[in-house]
């Protein structure tokens, strides 16, 4: 694995290629009272926080942002309109609807309700009720709609999300991380907005009771249009949100917080500092050069790198000082390399908190060298090469 650092803004900005430690980016720019917690960019992807980030946690409610998921993707795909109905069995009723005492739409037994209603009620009272009645018209049980829930989450790319319901009540072997419910929600709000504004939605009336968004954070005044609160004996306190501040959105998932009242201090906290403490910063153009890999028995000594297009990155305001970035590569590289063949990652440091990685490429085609160049590199990398 070979490595080229860059100082933290002028390396970025001007290609200095300056030999670094991490030690200057060994401390985080923000802290929570939240046990685990992640916070990304939503145009750019650009991680802006993190914190014991990828270790599993009960979902609590927060795994109805997957139940929702499969459903936005069923209709997206036609699979499912907002017109269909399915009628409220009586283990929907029992489990999650009013003789439940969790968050329930107060579904009436055996009354048929319309998928748009459904998903206002799990979009904005959490109910429960409305995520069974969705799983078993779509699945024939909530047991097979879980399996789908897991298996998506697979073909979205997260790894440790496993779902045993489709409301996150306590059950044996449910799981997921902050990280991939940012990750989620992001999906969320990029894929489906005509869906994602149910999210923003003050209030919503069924069965002639009218109940207010459970997401604490709409409330508070900070541009917070969703997603969903949840709480679980054995992770505490947490929450999804975000919010859109002059252009810029961010999206927070948090858990481990003691009570109501610090989640929504501590992630009020978070998102207002992820919205306002950064900026967008282009640091390659489109086809600039971000660096060199090294190339083993090539005309040349190494290939220039560049990214598919510019590289933009939110950058914190007050501590640029924070910032590092390196180029990693399996190598050196092995001639001939073709120009837009795919060589390592640029990877960019805020704090110790891993913000960005970027995909880099042959910028160049570099053509296999004469002998006695060969026989050169192969002699180098037999002196060198074990200290890589």
């Known amino acids: 694995m070979q490595f080229r650092f860059f100082s933290p803004v002028a390396g970025l900005l001007g290609l200095g290629l300056l030999l670094l430690s991490l030690a200057s980016a060994s401390a985080q720019l923000f802290e929570t009272k939240a046990a685990q917690a992640f916070m990304i960019d939503a145009e750019t992807g650009t991680v802006l926080f993190a914190k014991d980030a990828d270790k599993p946690i009960p979902p609590a409610s927060m795994a109805k942002l997957m139940t929702m998921e499969v459903v936005f993707n069923a209709i997206k795909s036609g699979r ?33 309700v319309s998928v748009g209603d459904l998903i206002q009620g799990v ?18 049980s909530e047991a097979n709609f879980a399996a789908q829930m897991t298996e998506r989450a697979r073909q979205l790319g997260l790894q440790k999300s496993t779902f045993v319901n489709a409301t996150g009540l306590p059950a044996d072997g449910q799981q997921t991380t902050v990280k991939e419910l940012a990750l989620l929600a992001l999906h969320i709000w990029r894929d489906y907005p005509e869906f994602f504004r149910y999210y923003g939605q003050p209030e919503f009336t069924w069965n002639k009771i009218t109940q207010k968004n459970r997401n604490p954070l709409l409330a508070m005044g900070i541009e917070a249009d969703g997603f969903v609160a949840g709480t679980s004996e054995a992770a505490g306190f947490g929450i999804v949100g975000t919010v859109s501040h002059s252009g810029t959105r961010v999206i927070a998932a948090m858990s481990g917080l003691a009570n109501d009242r ?62 590092t970035a390196k180029i990693v590569y399996d190598g050196p ?18 704090g110790d908190t891993l913000s960005q990685e970027t995909p880099l ?19 180098k990398e037999l002196a060198v090469g074990w200290l890589r």
């Open 80 to 112: 499912m309109t907002l017109d269909d109905t399915f009628v409220v069995s009586e283990n929907a009723w029992r489990t999650g609807g009013a003789p439940s005492g969790t968050s329930t739409m107060f579904a009436k037994l055996k009354s048929a």
């Open 123 to 140: 979009t904005v009272q959490a109910a429960n009720d409305g995520c069974i009645v969705l799983a078993e018209g779509m699945a024939g």
């Open 262 to 323: 610090e989640r929504s201090e501590e992630a009020r906290k978070l998102l207002d500092w992820g919205s306002r403490s950064f900026e967008k910063t282009e640091i390659f153009a489109k086809d600039e050069v971000v660096g060199e890999a090294a190339v083993f028995g090539g005309a040349k000594s190494g290939v220039a790198l560049k990214a598919k297009g510019p590289v933009d990155i939110f950058l914190p305001i007050a501590n640029r000082d924070k910032l």
């Open 333 to 350: 590289v092995s001639a001939p390399v073709e120009a837009g063949q795919p060589v390592g990652v640029l990877r960019v440091w805020i």
């Open 361 to 379: 490429f042959a910028a160049e085609s570099v053509g296999v060298g004469t002998l006695p160049q060969r026989a050169l590199d192969a002699a």
